[in-house]
């Protein structure tokens, strides 16, 4: 995989979008793992409907029940586990 994007801020929505477009018109193969109250940028349709073009989208448990409560997720939940899966399968990591 070539980029595993970490999101922890709510903000990074607008960063995201075009960043995830990019990625996609050049073939790039990465996954994106929402943490903190980052999970509140899933609330952003233009990013969740990009999110299919991920190998793996994943947000934290802990942190979508603390931020999002019993809202329906838009991704996998997963764990810390799950991130540090994708980090030892990723060239490079970005964190937003």
Known sequence: MDLLIDVSTPDAAP????LLQALHRRGSEW???????????????QLAGLLHL???????EF????????APCPVT???Q????????????IIGL
Not at 85 to 91: D, G, H, W
């Open 15 to 18: 960063v995201l979008v075009p």
């Open 31 to 45: 996954a994106i793992f929402f943490t903190n109250d980052g999970v509140k940028a899933l609330s952003d349709p």
């Open 54 to 60: 991920a190998e793996q989208a994943v947000a934290c």
């Open 63 to 70: 942190s979508w029940e603390r931020h999002m409560g019993h």
């Open 77 to 79: 939940i997963g764990s």
């Open 81 to 92: 586990t799950n991130h540090s899966m994708l980090a030892a399968n990723a060239a490079r």
